[in-house]
């Protein structure tokens, strides 16, 4: 039912781009709201973008604006974080997630952890310098 595969993970040099996708249900992408989120050994888990499926309105952690892209290919009922001009620190196990962006009477889309229900299982990015 709440099902999120993300792929797309590897290994790679400071400077690089990777582009890692989330694949969901119907079910889960019916959730509107899909958003990235990644954690770094040792440290808390923090999001990195978000995307409402609806408009593709999107917003980013300060941490990747300008070097990382969410996009959404809705036939697919797929998410995409593409990474460019890599950092070590980016090094990380990326998640995506899902919510409904309406809940509770209001409107929410952010890479924040509020009310994401659905969870994939992760896929490892690491940046060496």
């Known amino acids: 039912q709440g099902q999120l595969v993300e792929a797309g993970g590897g290994s790679g040099q400071a400077g690089g781009s990777l582009r890692l996708s989330c694949a969901a249900s119907?079910?889960?992408?019916?959730?509107?709201?899909m958003a990235w989120f990644r954690q770094a050994r040792g440290k808390q888990r923090e999001g990195v973008a978000a995307?409402?499926?609806?408009?593709?309105?999107?917003t980013y952690a300060d941490s990747v604006k300008g070097r990382f892209t969410i996009s959404q290919d809705n036939a697919k009922n797929t998410v995409y974080l593409q990474m460019s001009s890599q950092k070590p620190e980016d090094t990380a196990m990326y998640y995506c997630?899902?919510?409904?962006?309406?809940?509770?009477?209001?409107?929410?889309?952010?890479?924040?952890?509020?009310?994401?229900?659905?969870w994939g299982q992760g896929t490892l990015v690491t940046v060496s310098s």
């Open positions: 997630a899902a919510r409904s962006a309406s809940l509770h009477g209001s409107w929410f889309c952010q890479p924040r952890e509020i009310d994401f229900a659905y």
């Open positions: 119907d079910y889960t992408y019916s959730h509107n709201c």
């Open positions: 995307i409402y499926t609806g408009t593709a309105q999107t």
